[in-house]
């Protein structure tokens, strides 16, 4: 089922809650995901939020707030926010979780719009960017902080958005060079111990980057 919805940061709670005051929970749960989450609900939430209110263990008010602050909400607010982005007016190069690092003649994107970012959207899906179009991937210090499930899943993604024979840098901690530099003569010291250790826990001060060259899709 389509559903149609205004950007997610527009929505209006008070006016929600007036146009559904005269439904019922059930019927109030349903509204809520199809206005918010543009799907309709599934088993678990409508078990949750049907017993939430039906046991006066919250208001209405409250079921929304909690709705807003879920990671698929904030997930579909980011992607209807980003919706307009005009791809052909920028480089052919993209510069993923780029945090500070905003680098000229890229396309730099980042979660967080704190440096200014490009495009301000998760990484992880860029459905709105074009398949086979970009000449180069950056990725670096952002595949450890993802968790594993989702690493197939990503570099699947970020090779669809290459063209044949771009690049993807991607850049990440490395165990086998921290345990090396564990067991190096250096860092055998009572100082050197805590030193490697607070190495191996901000563990982007040792990493691997690798080039991945895209000739045929690779997932």
């Known amino acids: 089922m389509n559903y149609q919805s205004n950007l997610a940061g527009e929505l209006d ?58 990671p698929e909400f904030k997930l579909q607010e980011l992607k209807l926010k980003v919706k307009g982005f005009d791809y052909s007016r920028y480089p052919r ?26 495009l301000v959207a998760d990484i992880r899906y860029l459905d709105l960017l074009p398949s086979g179009y970009y000449e180069e991937i950056i990725a670096r210090d952002c595949l450890e902080h993802m968790p594993r499930c989702d690493t197939q899943p990503v570099l699947k993604e970020w090779s669809r958005l290459l063209k044949i024979g771009g690049i993807l840098r991607i850049r990440t901690t490395s165990l086998i060079d921290l345990f090396d530099l564990f067991k190096s003569e250096q860092y055998q010291s009572v100082e050197g111990q805590k030193t490697s250790w607070f190495i191996f826990y901000s563990a982007h001060r040792r990493v691997k980057e690798i080039g991945i060259l895209r000739d045929l899709p690779r997932f």
């Open 93 to 118: 190069r993209l510069n993923l979780g780029c945090g500070w690092d905003i680098k000229p003649g890229y396309v730099n994107v980042d979660l967080h719009d704190f440096a200014k970012p490009d």
């Open 13 to 70: 709670d008070t006016i929600f809650l007036q146009e559904t005051a005269n439904q019922s929970n059930e019927a109030f749960v349903q509204a809520l995901y199809r206005k918010y989450l543009l799907r309709d609900i599934d088993l678990q939430g409508y078990h949750h939020f049907f017993s939430f209110l039906a046991n006066g263990k919250g208001t209405r008010q409250q079921a929304i707030a909690t709705v807003r602050q879920s």
